[in-house]
């Protein structure tokens, strides 16, 4: 009975508000679309992570480390960190981390890092612009097919010639089924993209730490101490 009703409410519905739903339609599958891909994305830079940063605290040479950073893909900790190294050392086997034959540029190690790390954290935001503008406007649009199923309602009343209860409120329901679509599409855009910023906000603590485990083992020209080993900050 219930799919019957609802067939034949859709069926009812004018020209714009069919379009609207159809629009909102559109919205809410290409954002659980992006919903889906994003969450697979940051569990696989979570796990890639915590690997990363489990032989960052045990790694006692920075060659070595550079050496198994290579073989973790999907860690946006490790391609900050070899992004660095390869920077600072040109990436080869001298001349890198402790072993280098001189000081470098803390500046230079900062600037790289930090680029490096914006690099990581703009990729992780791709397609959250989405989640919002859908979590923005889908609302507005759902209320949009409602003004206009009402605009609808009422003319078709004002054809019949009667306002009862019975005339009127078929069609008020009809078009609020377009808010209620709104609403599906937006709340579930909303929740992911504030979920994933906080997820994003914890990578980029975890950047931070990478970017000062570097720059206290590396020989800086700001530090007039020796660099500690990686992973061991006193």
């Known amino acids: 009975m219930f799919q019957t009703g609802l067939t034949g409410a859709l069926g009812s519905l004018g020209t714009v508000s069919k379009v609207v739903l159809l629009l909102l339609f559109i919205f809410s599958v290409i954002s659980w679309a992006i919903i889906f891909s994003k969450w697979r994305v940051f569990r696989t830079a979570d796990l890639e992570d915590q690997r990363f940063l489990a032989l960052l605290v045990k790694a006692r040479d920075l060659d070595e480390l550079y050496r198994q950073a290579g073989r973790i893909g999907g860690s946006p900790s490790a391609c900050v960190f070899e992004g660095v190294m390869e920077r600072v050392g040109g990436g080869g086997g001298e001349g890198r ?3 280098s ?3 470098i540029d803390r500046h230079v190690v900062e ?3 930090s680029h490096l790390a914006q690099s990581q954290l703009s990729r992780l935001e791709t397609y959250l612009p989405f989640l919002a503008t859908t979590g923005n406007i ?3 649009i759902g209320l949009l097919g409602t003004v206009m199923g009402i605009i609808d ?3 078709e ?4 010639g009667t306002a ?3 005339a009127v409120a078929p069609g008020v329901a009809e078009a609020l089924i377009a808010t209620a679509a709104g609403l599906f599409a937006a709340i579930p855009a909303v929740i992911a993209y504030n979920y994933f910023l906080t997820r994003i ?4 603590f975890r950047l931070d730490s990478v970017t000062i485990e570097i720059l206290a083992a590396l020989p800086t020209t700001a530090s007039k101490t020796k660099p500690v080993p990686i992973g061991v900050q006193g």
């Open 101 to 103: 034959s001189g000081p």
């Open 111 to 113: 600037r790289t890092a």
């Open 201 to 204: 906000r914890n990578t980029a």
């Open 164 to 166: 009862s209860i019975s």
């Open 138 to 140: 889908t609302p507005f």
């Open 153 to 155: 309602a009422f003319r």
């Open 97 to 99: 981390g402790s072993n």
């Open 157 to 160: 009343i004002g054809a019949q």
